[in-house]
């Protein structure tokens, strides 16, 4: 498969590089995580003006119409700067959630205000529905302007009387709890639309997700590796034991292996292809945080170092993502299926 970017999509990622290393410093993040988790991201913005929220926005919709690898890549540029935004859940999962539902003018409206940025959509996880109320749980929906929900067969869009309890994650997203009267939601789809628009929203947000790890594993890598250039005994740098260098040269080649799987699973949608990268993802990113934290030793679990952050949201991720078991089962089903 060829992997080689055009000149725009390297543009694209050179602009998201320049605010990564401008803005998403290591004490600039640890200082936006003190702040209320229902406030906007004072960030969100300067991506809105880049023009990553309307990467897959349908033209029709005011957005630039671009393919979910171009949504990868700003993921993983973004991750390597620890995103604490919602573009994956935003300007992926819930612009293609949306692309795929029957127009309406409410349709139109969401998709146009995510391209904009003036609007955040983030679609409910784990969601119930008993007694007229849906009740879920989502990052960033501590401050999103509408939330989608896919509910008895229905893809539900709610934007006011939510009822919200916000809080940080352990990996320093805002979050919140949400409850709402199913009465008081729009119905966008049903049936096989709603549930076709919903499953290609959860594929953009794993590949997303899945790139995002990237970027955070390859900032891992390079903050070890600098630290290891660093820190001597025995009157050298660590870096030249051979065994801590084979180590991390393992990393890295488990590094390489997971952003080939996230590139071809953003280029192919192929539900396959995308299991195969998030078993693969699974292991580099436990891999990449458990040896950066030993090779690190006692600073790498503690709160003034970056890297305990960084490996806190690999877990995340790996929560996010769902159980690597079922995948690698639907994996092989699949496999076997093609065979």
Do not use: N
Not at 150 to 157: A, F, I, T, Y
Not at 188 to 199: E, M, N, P, T, V
């Amino acid at each position: 498969m060829d992997f080689d970017f055009s000149e725009e999509q390297s543009m694209l990622a050179s602009s998201c590089e320049r605010l990564v290393r401008e803005r998403c410093g290591f004490e600039a993040r640890r200082a936006q995580l003190k702040g209320y988790p229902a406030e906007r991201p004072a960030l969100w913005p300067s991506l809105a003006d880049l023009g990553v929220t309307a990467l897959c926005v349908p033209e029709d919709a005011g957005g630039l119409g671009r393919p979910l690898i171009d949504g990868a890549l700003v993921a993983q540029t973004l991750g390597s700067g620890w995103l604490l935004e919602p573009f994956i859940d935003s300007a992926l999962a819930s612009a293609t959630v949306l692309s795929g539902a029957p127009a309406s003018s409410t349709r139109t409206q969401l998709l146009e205000g995510i391209a904009s940025g003036e609007m955040i959509v983030v679609p409910l996880r784990e969601t119930t529905h008993s007694g007229g109320r849906v009740k879920g749980s989502a990052a960033h929906a501590s401050y999103a302007d509408a939330l989608l929900a896919s509910v008895d067969g229905k893809l539900l869009v709610a934007t006011d009387k939510v009822e919200r309890r916000s809080y940080r994650q352990f990996d320093g997203c805002a979050g919140a709890e949400i409850e709402f009267a199913s009465s008081d939601a729009v119905a966008l789809a049903s049936g096989d639309a709603a549930r076709i628009a919903w499953q290609a929203g959860s594929t953009a947000a794993r590949v997303g997700r899945i790139a995002e790890g990237v970027g955070l594993s390859r900032a891992v890598l390079d903050m070890t590796a600098e630290y290891l250039r660093t820190r001597k005994q025995f009157g050298q740098p660590i870096g030249r034991f051979q065994a801590l260098a084979h180590r991390m040269a393992d990393l890295l080649t488990q590094c390489e292996q997971a952003q080939s799987l996230a590139w071809a699973a953003a280029m192919k949608l192929d539900p396959r292809t995308v299991d195969a990268a998030q078993v693969i993802a699974h292991r580099a990113f436990r891999a990449i945080g458990q040896q950066a934290v030993q090779l690190h030793g006692g600073i790498g679990m503690t709160d003034e170092y970056a890297v305990s952050h960084y490996v806190k949201r690999l877990l995340a991720i790996e929560l996010e993502l769902g159980d690597v078991d079922t995948a690698l089962m639907r994996f092989a089903a699949q496999s076997q299926a093609a065979a």
